[in-house]
């Protein structure tokens, strides 16, 4: 820092100060919530589910297999296709199904626990999330999905 001049190294601590500052507001966070980073432990390649045999596939688009292990998406309801109400019902259901699929595909995911285990089907429920960001609320936000509310409903 002896060659270095006062005004040299104050306009340079001034521009990183600055470059800073702006980085965290524009991330719309603090310091402390911009160096936080997510990681999603899971990460799989899913296929569409057939046969009596599943261990990572999507049934449609509210259930899943995953790694053995039935689980059902905790915070959203689809379309049926196992038994729809009419072929409207079935046609979302597979596109909710072929979406979740792809959602699924495109990198790792948390499994968020609810306030309970699992369904009175034995299937574990769970929220999946990327980043910390639900797939469920993006199939809700595509129309291929609602919010579960307690209760199937009547696609047709």
Known sequence: MNNLRWPTFIIITVAMCTALFLAIFLSGGTAATTAAVVIDPNRASFGICFGPERITC??????????????????????????????????????????LQALLNQGSFSLQSIDRDQDKYGRDLRIITRDGQSLGDILVAEGLAERWQGYRRDWC
């Open 58 to 99: 999507v049934v449609d688009g509210d259930t899943i297999w995953f790694e053995g292990r039935k689980i059902r998406i905790a915070d959203i309801n689809t379309p049926e296709i196992s038994s729809p109400g009419c072929a409207s019902e079935r046609q979302l259901g597979e596109r909710a199904k072929m979406r």
